[in-house]
């Protein structure tokens, strides 16, 4: 984690706003309100707009299988040095058709011995995005050996909805919700 506390205090829900209450509508009904939701809705109108683009990604609208799409998650995730991150989607992944070999093997890259060449192209592209904000020709024609045009663009989307969740998270100071652990290679940062 890199902050040990929150810059901005998680909302509690006796003091949600009816404009708060009405934006986390959905995520209220689930009856766990997340730490992230408790943050970002101190600024309901960005709220709404980022769980519009959020629940996007995280949909069937979007074309990458759910097992891929968690791939380039926790990859930028990694990269982002957000432990907030890493360990929620950790849990979506072990959901979503990855073990915790593969999990741990995220972090190792693309150059990781046991990646399908489908898995290492977006693993490649995860960190040309993560460090260059581009997709190289090489990576992209391997992107597209696999995948439609679609799903690549999903590929950047994610990527891109990621990063700025890492920056929100890391910025903010979001901390763990109840039960998450810290991943012991994101301690200290």
Known sequence: MRLAKPRIE????DKFTPDQTEVLANVLKTGRVLNIFRTLIHAPKAARGFMSWANYVLSRRNDLPAREREIVILRIGFLCKSGYEWGQ???IALNSG?????????KAGAGAPGWTPAEAALLKAADELHDDHFISDATWSALRNSFTEKQCMDVVFTAAQYTQVSMILN???VQLDAGMTLDPDLKGF
Do not use: K, W
């Not at 990855?98 to 995220?106: G, P, Q, S, V, Y």
């Open 10 to 13: 998680p909302l509690p829900d």
């Open 89 to 91: 989607h950790v849990r």
């Open 98 to 106: 990855l073990n915790e070999a593969e999990i741990e093997r995220i």
């Open 171 to 173: 910025s903010f100071g």
